[in-house]
């Protein structure tokens, strides 16, 4: 079916102006002032990306480690509190990586919380979590959800009929893992591995409050000492040159299709563990969600006591709630009615030219936020100065980022859609509009509501882009937590934090399980 031209110009339009900030970074750092090669040697270069990248390939081994073990743990073996555990794993994915970088720094700071507990011992003074090992420690406790996700939903349809073959072979569990699960795993431990590599890279919070240099807080510090600084091109268009590499392999490694094509058994034989592995396996996960989950909420918790007993100021978060809300519903919405009509051609009218725009809009949502937003304040700066620091150009830096949210969500719910439904509607004589209103529509919506409530709760929790592009005076919740923290202004932080979570923690938890409710056998 030939694609309407005035659909085909719509999405050409979209995406084009949907990647004009990633066109700009590159021309800039094409025609810069002096030599690459020379900057590169004076500004650290190598030293810096050696940081990033072994940062970057630290926080995917934890997560792999983590994601993977206890994926397969509860998917494999049988023991009391699987169901409870497995939504415990997964509740670290409300906290945005700066609310645990604020809890860990707070609580492990020279003098921090951690002290009342090892004072019993007389321990007076500790030397701080901090630079590379307390990023390390964050990103990997609030990042390893995304693997246990992906992996555990693979592994629950993968065709244990092999498996079962394998232990009537005579093989131990160790080999069963080993030989028979794992090699059919790669796909989806790739996928979830090049997925948190993407959200370290891109991660500025955790790294800004825990003072490690990485190229997103070095981006930002140049940005500040010289907002048109040619050391900010260049360091933005080469972080972004590397996420966009990531985040395109990413997206063609078919995780889905190795689901679709298993003959999953719906009555998987769970192995028993004897009292010592059960105790062992009851530690490991005892210990994994307290300091994923319990300890970050102890912490904010204590600190907001601390607050209201000294008498904390409440209205200070007020404004940062209003601005919060108010600019995540904007997006949210309009991210609902610019996905439709992408969805609607990237689905029902197969081309080689929609499915390569397809891939690059996709894309564009493992790219890091500072860059995206960096390059807006470029072009605000030199050709719409009446743009610069508006909410117009604000909620536009959102949608770049999140958009892919809402058009993947409605690119699932296309699938309920058969080809007989439209060729029936053309029978009976109705138009493509019609079609489209009376078919097409009505089964995409629910797909695409859902991908806007994501749009919603990820604007709600975006930080970089919110401090390089926001009004003068407009606050969200994201930066005051991230100034507060800063300034070491704790329980003010903890307050917007435990707003910020609240607001987020029910439809986060609702939007990542919805995939794992047709699992039966935990």
Same mark, same amino acid.
């Given at each position: 079916?030939?694609?309407? %031209?005035?659909?085909?110009?719509?999405?050409?339009?979209?995406?084009?102006?949907?990647?004009?900030?990633?066109?700009?970074?590159?021309?800039?750092?094409?025609?810069?002032?002096?030599?690459?090669?020379?900057?590169?040697?004076?500004?650290?270069?190598?030293?810096?990306?050696?940081?990033? @990248?072994?940062?970057?390939?630290?926080?995917?081994?934890?997560?792999?480690?983590?994601?993977?073990?206890?994926?397969?743990?509860?998917?494999?073996?049988?023991?009391?509190?699987?169901?409870?555990?497995?939504?415990?794993?997964?509740?670290?994915?409300?906290?945005?990586?700066?609310?645990?970088?604020?809890?860990?720094?707070?609580?492990?700071?020279?003098?921090?919380? *951690?002290?009342?507990?090892? +004072?019993?011992?007389?321990?007076?003074?500790?030397? /701080?979590? #901090?630079?590379?090992?307390?990023?390390?420690?964050?990103?990997?406790?609030?990042?390893?959800?995304?693997?246990?996700?992906?992996?555990?939903?693979?592994?629950?349809?993968?065709?244990?009929?092999?498996?079962?073959? *394998?232990?009537?072979?005579?093989?131990?569990?160790? %080999?069963?893992?080993?030989?028979?699960?794992?090699?059919?795993?790669?796909?989806?431990?790739?996928?979830?591995?090049?997925?948190?590599?993407?959200?370290?890279?891109?991660?500025?919070?955790?790294? !800004?409050?825990?003072?490690? +240099?990485?190229?997103?807080?070095?981006?930002?510090?140049?940005?500040?000492?010289?907002?048109?600084?040619?050391?900010?091109?260049?360091? #933005?268009?080469?972080?972004?040159?590397?996420?966009?590499?990531?985040?395109?392999?990413?997206?063609?490694?078919?995780?889905?299709?190795?689901?679709?094509?298993?003959?999953?058994?719906?009555?998987?034989?769970?192995?028993?563990?004897?009292?010592?592995?059960?105790?062992?396996?009851?530690?490991?996960?005892?210990?994994?969600? @307290?300091?994923?989950?319990?300890?970050?909420?102890?912490?904010?918790?204590?600190?907001?006591?601390?607050?209201?007993?000294?008498?904390?100021?409440?209205?200070?978060?007020?404004?940062?709630?209003?601005? +919060?809300? @108010?600019?995540?519903?904007?997006?949210?919405?309009? *991210?609902?009615?610019?996905?439709?009509?992408?969805?609607?051609?990237?689905?029902?009218?197969?081309?080689?030219?929609?499915?390569?725009?397809?891939?690059?809009?996709?894309?564009?949502?493992?790219?890091?936020?500072?860059?995206?937003?960096?390059?807006?304040?470029?072009?605000?700066?030199?050709?719409?100065?009446?743009?610069?620091?508006?909410?117009?150009?604000?909620?536009?830096?959102?949608?770049?980022?999140?958009?892919?949210?809402?058009?993947?969500?409605?690119?699932?719910?296309?699938?309920?859609? !058969?080809?007989?439904?439209?060729?029936?509607?053309?029978?009976?004589?109705?138009?493509?509009?019609?079609?489209?209103?009376?078919?097409?529509?009505?089964?995409?919506?629910?797909?695409?509501?859902?991908?806007?409530?994501?749009?919603?709760?990820?604007?709600?929790?975006?930080?970089?882009?919110?401090?390089?592009?926001?009004?003068?005076?407009?606050?969200?919740?994201?930066?005051?937590?991230? +100034?507060?923290?800063?300034? /070491?202004?704790?329980?003010? *932080?903890?307050?917007?934090?435990?707003?910020?979570?609240?607001?987020?923690?029910?439809?986060?938890?609702?939007?990542?399980?919805?995939?794992?409710?047709?699992?039966?056998?935990?």
């Amino acid at each position: 079916m030939k694609i309407p %031209k005035f659909l085909s110009s719509l999405n050409v339009f979209i995406v084009v102006t949907f990647l004009s900030p990633i066109f700009y970074l590159f021309f800039e750092t094409v025609n810069l002032n002096d030599n690459i090669l020379q900057f590169i040697e004076i500004w650290d270069f190598y030293e810096l990306f050696f940081r990033t @990248f072994s940062l970057v390939v630290g926080v995917v081994t934890i997560s792999l480690i983590l994601g993977l073990s206890s994926s397969l743990i509860i998917s494999r073996f049988k023991f009391k509190g699987s169901k409870i555990i497995l939504s415990l794993l997964i509740l670290p994915l409300v906290f945005p990586s700066y609310i645990g970088a604020l809890t860990y720094s707070s609580a492990f700071s020279p003098k921090g919380l *951690a002290i009342n507990f090892l +004072s019993i011992f007389g321990i007076r003074e500790i030397s /701080g979590l #901090s630079g590379y090992i307390g990023s390390l420690v964050v990103l990997s406790l609030f990042t390893y959800p995304y693997v246990l996700l992906i992996c555990f939903n693979t592994i629950s349809n993968l065709d244990n009929n092999i498996e079962e073959a *394998a232990k009537s072979l005579g093989s131990s569990k160790v %080999k069963l893992f080993t030989r028979v699960i794992l090699p059919r795993m790669k796909q989806p431990i790739t996928y979830s591995a090049l997925l948190v590599g993407l959200y370290v890279l891109s991660d500025f919070g955790a790294v !800004s409050i825990m003072k490690y +240099s990485t190229l997103t807080k070095v981006i930002y510090t140049y940005y500040e000492i010289d907002i048109t600084g040619d050391a900010v091109y260049l360091y #933005s268009t080469l972080l972004l040159l590397t996420s966009f590499l990531l985040s395109f392999i990413q997206r063609n490694s078919d995780v889905s299709s190795q689901i679709q094509n298993s003959s999953r058994s719906k009555n998987i034989k769970k192995m028993e563990l004897n009292k010592f592995k059960l105790f062992i396996t009851y530690t490991y996960f005892v210990l994994v969600v @307290f300091f994923s989950l319990i300890l970050p909420i102890l912490v904010l918790i204590y600190w907001l006591k601390n607050g209201l007993d000294s008498g904390l100021n409440v209205e200070l978060v007020y404004k940062g709630i209003i601005g +919060s809300i @108010f600019a995540s519903v904007t997006t949210g919405v309009l *991210a609902f009615f610019i996905a439709i009509p992408i969805t609607v051609a990237f689905t029902q009218y197969k081309s080689n030219f929609n499915k390569i725009l397809e891939k690059v809009i996709l894309t564009l949502y493992g790219l890091p936020h500072i860059t995206i937003g960096i390059s807006l304040l470029f072009i605000s700066l030199k050709f719409v100065p009446r743009l610069y620091q508006s909410f117009t150009l604000l909620i536009f830096s959102y949608l770049i980022v999140f958009l892919p949210q809402a058009i993947g969500a409605g690119r699932a719910s296309t699938y309920q859609i !058969s080809n007989s439904f439209l060729e029936a509607s053309s029978v009976l004589g109705y138009s493509r509009l019609k079609t489209f209103y009376k078919v097409t529509f009505p089964m995409i919506r629910n797909g695409i509501l859902s991908g806007a409530a994501l749009v919603f709760l990820s604007t709600i929790k975006e930080l970089p882009q919110t401090l390089l592009l926001r009004p003068t005076g407009f606050k969200t919740l994201s930066v005051d937590i991230w +100034s507060f923290s800063i300034e /070491g202004q704790f329980t003010e *932080a903890a307050f917007s934090s435990i707003i910020l979570l609240a607001i987020s923690a029910i439809p986060t938890y609702i939007l990542s399980t919805r995939n794992l409710r047709s699992q039966n056998d935990i």
